[in-house]
């Protein structure tokens, strides 16, 4: 998925301003930046979700203004930062309404549906729970419920805005090692806006760094993440130390201390 000279308006000035950028292939790009810098807003333009779009967004080379709803999201599916909870349904039906894109029009009928969604439960963990109501379950487990409808869609592109937010720190794993999974082992192609920079570096192939709406630099964690570059665009000074296990530890210093670093951003 490409995005090319992109800007997103919500009717004022664009939020995000001439931004190109693209999603790995079978890999894990994360988008981060700190408030206000557009994360979420070039991730609702490149999943149709905004009013106002210019420049080219194009998924498997064709322009997305293309695609009918039907075609878009045979293709694309986004995991949105608040969904709600659903009321008087099981998991399995939850996870059921991702096959919306596939039922035919006129007879409703869906062939593969049934393997679709107990791939979709297996992938997510969720087969002991498919006949729970969800209302019963956790934050945790209702946000797999719904990472699990969006692997019912059976796209070949999968967005997710800021996934972890609201989880405690094992379901935020849990989840992580998902998503990860999903593009390594199903190649799927995930773009996801993430908060917590040490979580992006640990997860991502490629990182785009976003500030004022504009890309600050796009690559891998270790070229984009360094110590200088985030310190200038969050505004404080930030530490960058690789780990021996891998990965980068990131901490923030604040009044002659350091402390972890927690970046809460949209």
């Known amino acids: 998925m490409t995005a090319q000279e992109v800007s997103v308006s919500y009717g004022a000035a664009p939020i995000v301003k001439e931004v190109s950028a693209d999603l790995v292939p079978g890999g894990v790009t994360a988008l981060i930046g700190p408030n206000g810098s557009g994360k979420?807003?070039?991730l609702r333009g490149m999943c149709r979700l905004a009013p106002e779009v210019e420049g080219r967004i194009s998924l498997d080379d064709a322009d997305i203004t293309g695609l009918s709803p039907r075609q878009f999201a045979q293709r694309l599916t986004v995991l949105a930062q608040q969904r709600p909870t659903p009321t008087g349904l099981t998991v399995y039906e939850v996870v059921e309404l991702g096959r919306h894109p596939?039922?035919?029009r006129l007879a409703r009928t869906d062939p593969g549906g049934p393997a679709a969604v107990a791939r979709a439960l297996d992938l997510a963990g969720l087969q002991e729970l498919a006949h729970q109501p969800v209302a019963e379950l956790s934050g945790g487990q209702?946000?797999?419920v719904w990472l699990a409808a969006c692997l019912a869609q059976q796209t070949q592109v999968l967005l997710l805005d800021e996934p972890t937010t609201f989880l405690d720190l094992k379901h935020q794993m849990s989840l992580l090692d998902l998503i990860r999974d999903l593009a390594d082992i199903h190649q799927l192609t995930i773009g996801v806006v993430l908060h917590d920079l040490e979580q992006a570096a640990d997860i991502a192939d490629h990182v785009?760094?976003?500030s004022e709406g504009r890309v600050v630099?796009?690559?891998t964690p270790?070229?984009?993440m360094t110590?200088?570059?985030l310190s200038e665009v969050y505004g404080v000074q930030i530490h960058v130390d690789p780990l021996p296990e891998g990965g980068l530890g990131i901490r923030a210093e604040r009044a002659g201390r350091r402390?972890?670093?927690a970046v809460a951003a949209h």
Request: charged letters at 25%; a positive charge.
């Open 40 to 42: 979420t807003t070039l």
């Open 222 to 224: 270790e070229e984009v």
């Open 142 to 144: 209702l946000q797999r």
């Open 227 to 229: 110590a200088p570059r």
């Open 259 to 261: 402390s972890r670093l």
């Open 217 to 219: 630099a796009s690559g």
């Open 102 to 104: 596939h039922r035919s």
């Open 208 to 210: 785009i760094l976003l």
